[in-house]
Nanobody, 116 residues
Framework: QLVESGGGLARPGGSLRLSCKAPRTITSEFNAHIMAWYRQAPGKVRELVAS???????VYADSVKGRFTAYRDNSRKTLNLQMDSLKSEDTAVYYC?????????WGQGTQVTVSS
C-alpha cells in the first residue's frame, strides 16, 4: 500500500506539500507505474488532480493548473505534490495512486483542509 504524508490545515493562499512513498511490492518496478494524485471532497466523487508518467510531463486537472506541481523521484520511489495558492475548494482527502496496466494501488489518503 502507498503511504501518503504531509496533509494538514492551511489558510487560503497558503501552501502544503504532500508526499507518497511506494511500498516494496512496487519499488522494484516503480518506473513502470503511472503515479497520480486524486482527491475526494465530502459528498463528491473522487477526481484526478495530477498524473505523472515516468519521464513524462505531468497532467493536471484544470482546477489546479498553475497552482499545484506534481513531481516524482524515481530514485527514491516517491511522488510529491506541491500545492500553492490553496483555496477552500481544495479541501479534500488526497489519495496517491500507482497504476500499471490493470493493476491499481492506492494509499489510505491524507486530509487537506483549507480554512481561515
Amino acid at each position: 500500500q502507498l503511504v501518503e504524508s504531509g496533509g494538514g490545515l492551511a489558510r487560503p493562499g497558503g501552501s502544503l506539500r504532500l508526499s507518497c512513498k511506494a511500498p516494496r511490492t512496487i519499488t522494484s518496478e516503480f518506473n513502470a507505474h503511472i503515479m497520480a494524485w486524486y482527491r475526494q471532497a465530502p459528498g463528491k466523487v473522487r477526481e484526478l488532480v495530477a498524473s505523472v508518467g515516468s519521464g513524462s510531463t505531468p497532467v493536471y486537472a484544470d482546477s489546479v493548473k498553475g497552482r499545484f506541481t506534481a513531481y516524482r523521484d524515481n530514485s527514491r520511489k516517491t511522488l510529491n505534490l506541491q500545492m500553492d495558492s490553496l483555496k477552500s475548494e481544495d479541501t479534500a482527502v488526497y489519495y496517491c495512486n500507482a497504476q500499471r496496466g490493470l493493476t491499481s494501488t492506492w494509499g489510505q489518503g491524507t486530509q487537506v483542509t483549507v480554512s481561515s
